[in-house]
Every structure is written in C-alpha cells, then in structure tokens.
C-alpha cells in the first residue's frame, strides 16, 4: 500500500520561505510523477507544482512561478517544495500527490494517491 506523508508545514510571516517534503512508501517511488496541490478555506483543491519521473520536467501554477520550486531525489523517495516569498494567499493544506501515468494527469487535478496534508499558514 502506498503513503505519501508531507512534513514541513507551519506559521510564517509574508515574505518568508518554507520547505515542504514528501516522503513515500510502499512502492517504488520513480515510477510516479509527483505534485503539489493545496486547498484554501472555502475554496477547491487546486493544483501548484507537478515533476516528472526523473525530475527533469516541472510544471507550476501561475500564482506560484518563480517563487516555489519542486524537486525530487529518487534515491531518497522524497520530493520537495521550496516556498519563497510567501504571501498570505499561499495560506493553505498542502498535499503530495502521485501519478503512475504522468504530469498530464496531475495537472487535470487526478492522482493515485493523496498524503493528508499539512497546514501552511502566511501571516500579513
């Protein structure tokens, strides 16, 4: 069975950077693309940052361009969220996703597995 478990979240003020990670278990971790999605209060899960299988490739929503970063190390079955200048419209749970059929179908919103979240709150 696979799990995907998110550390990392926390309190900031605007203007601060975080890191989020996700590690995952149960099978063998580069045979998914990964992503980053986050839902708001009130408001739909949406999607942030997606990286192909070897970490090549990445794909990120327009609010977050140039100021998250996703990574991975295959090695390590982590994948990675560097946040910088954070604003208090990140504030967010953050989930890890992964998808054994690429990008593509993380981008439409679809995933095989979900982690449960961890919270991220920008303070203004």
């Known amino acids: 069975q696979v799990q995907l478990v998110e550390s990392g979240g926390g309190l900031v003020q605007a203007g601060a950077s975080l890191r989020l990670s996700c590690t995952m278990s149960?099978?063998?971790?580069?045979?998914?693309?990964m992503g980053w999605f986050r839902q708001a209060p009130g408001k739909e899960r949406e999607f942030v940052a997606a990286?192909?299988?070897?970490?090549?490739?990445?794909y990120y929503t327009d609010s977050v361009k140039g100021r998250f970063t996703i990574s991975r190390d295959n090695a390590k079955n982590t994948m990675d969220l560097q946040m910088n200048s954070l604003k208090p419209e990140d504030t967010a749970v953050y989930y890890c996703?992964?998808?054994?059929?690429?990008?593509?179908?993380?981008?439409?919103?679809?995933?095989?597995?979900w982690g449960q979240g961890t919270q991220v709150t920008v303070s203004s």
């Open positions: 990286i192909n299988l070897d970490g090549g490739t990445t």
């Open positions: 996703a992964a998808n054994r059929y690429g990008t593509a179908g993380l981008r439409a919103g679809r995933s095989d597995y």
């Open positions: 149960g099978d063998t971790f580069s045979r998914y693309a």
